[in-house]
């Protein structure tokens, strides 16, 4: 997609007077090819959201921005998200930020996560020995269940055969989640329903909030995962924490990934059957699939201080908005960038540039467990099922929403099989 020179970096173009914030939302993959073809630049600047804001759509740059110069910007998500999300980390800088890290990256060490596998392991088992469930349900829908039920189950120690408490929370999770690209209602975008989806997003939030609240004062609440949040940041910031745990931010990421993966080895059952013989080769497929089909397609920054991005001027104040999708698709990073590649990532190490998950000192604390929780999930697959495609919608390549998480614009169904 972004096949533009490292060395060409034009003369920043002036932000239109007309807000483009519509235009991509409706399409952000268009959005983003139109303009650097317009301006051979990977980087480029629009009015969106309101404000002049600076495009990163290159290897490089993101790169530049998510690593070296990470310290000149702020996360950038306060100014919309504050209210959806209480004061947690996504909203923290500096000396705070490092901390809390610090406190919360305990919580993901590998003794953490072997304890709390052992919790998801009948999770896992229950839902996917379900072949009924998985053959009529579309696949992105069961396994965004598969994996509410496995964050709530972790995170808050919800019982996992207690359906109608599990499709409660999802229901609340996913109106709240409207919120995460929806505008506060001051910020109004013409001919969206932006505006209507944070009024429900702060409802959801609310219920949430008491259950979370409910939950921690808990005394009869075996969750470790709770107990540890309460020891390392106290009651209080565990409380505004738990809502990025209660979300469906980590459930829809979990869902996206698993959904390409499955998709992916049903169009191509030889691939299905070497992943099923070859953990190293479907860790490769992973990576290849968070590298053309990453959940979120991007993140946003503010800078601290005037500054540039590999040259490109930023002003102290204006925002940044970093496109992982066309960075991982960069013809200056990747032989034959838009074409997927099992075996890419066999015997290299260069699954830490990708940005699925950030990168840098303000990369995702949690990705390592992701990381064991997908190939856990999938190796279950593979050990138990084949699956090939229910109807004809895989006889062409998939288009995918983008917004707010990637997934399949129409309703995939596949058929499994038990071994």
């Known amino acids: ?42 980087t480029f600047v629009e009015r969106f959201l309101a404000k002049s804001t600076v495009f990163l759509t290159d290897y490089a740059s993101v790169k530049e921005l998510l690593n070296e110069k990470c310290h000149l910007f702020n996360m950038g998500y306060g100014a919309f ?14 000396e705070k930020a490092t901390n809390l890290r610090c406190k919360l990256g305990g919580l993901f060490i590998n003794e953490k996560i072997k304890h709390y596998m052992i919790n998801i392991e009948p999770v896992i088992q229950r839902i996917l020995d379900n072949t009924e469930y998985l053959n009529k349900t579309p696949v992105y829908t069961s396994m965004k269940y598969l994996a509410t039920t496995v964050s709530l189950t972790t995170f808050f120690g919800i019982n996992h055969i207690n359906s109608d408490r599990i499709q409660e929370v999802s229901l609340l999770a996913t109106n709240h989640w409207h919120g995460i690209i929806s505008v506060p209602v001051n910020i109004r975008i ?7 989806w944070y009024s429900k997003s702060l409802s959801a939030k609310k219920s949430l909030t008491n259950i979370a609240t409910s939950e921690i004062g808990n005394e009869h609440n075996s969750c470790q995962f709770l107990r540890d949040l309460k020891c390392s940041i106290g009651e209080d910031n565990a409380r505004n924490h738990s809502l990025l745990f209660i979300s469906a931010l980590i459930p829809k990421a979990i869902a996206s990934i698993l959904t390409s993966f499955i998709i992916v080895t049903a169009q191509n059952q030889e691939l299905q ?7 190293s080769l479907t860790h490769s497929v992973l990576l290849e699939i968070c590298r053309l089909w990453p959940p979120f397609i991007g993140g946003r920054r503010t800078a601290y201080q005037n500054t540039n991005i590999c040259g490109y001027p930023i002003s102290k104040g204006q925002p940044v ?23 890419r990532f066999l015997n290299c190490s260069t699954d830490m540039d990708l940005f699925t ?22 190796r279950y697959l593979l050990n138990n099922y084949t699956w090939y495609p229910a109807d004809n919608l895989l006889d062409k390549p998939v ?21």
């Open 321 to 343: 908005v970093y496109i992982s999708h066309s960075a991982h698709r960069d013809y200056n990073r990747f032989i034959e960038p838009d074409v997927f590649l099992s075996s």
């Open 357 to 378: 998950f950030g990168f840098g000192d303000r990369s995702c604390i949690g990705s390592e467990f992701m990381d064991i929780l997908l190939t856990r999930i999938i």
């Open 399 to 419: 288009e995918y929403k983008w917004l707010p998480i990637a997934r399949p614009k129409q309703d995939i169904n596949i058929k499994f099989i038990n071994k």
């Open 273 to 279: 059957q070497q992943c099923s013989q070859s953990e």
């Open 81 to 94: 998200l504050s209210h959806v999300y209480d004061d947690n980390v996504l909203f923290t800088d500096g």
């Open 1 to 42: 997609m972004n096949n533009v020179k490292k060395s060409v970096r034009a003369t920043p173009n002036q932000a239109s007077f007309i807000d483009k914030s519509h235009e991509f939302y409706k399409n952000p993959i268009e959005f983003v090819r139109s303009r650097v073809e317009s301006s051979n630049n990977g």
């Open 190 to 196: 013409p001919y969206t329903r932006f505006s209507n």
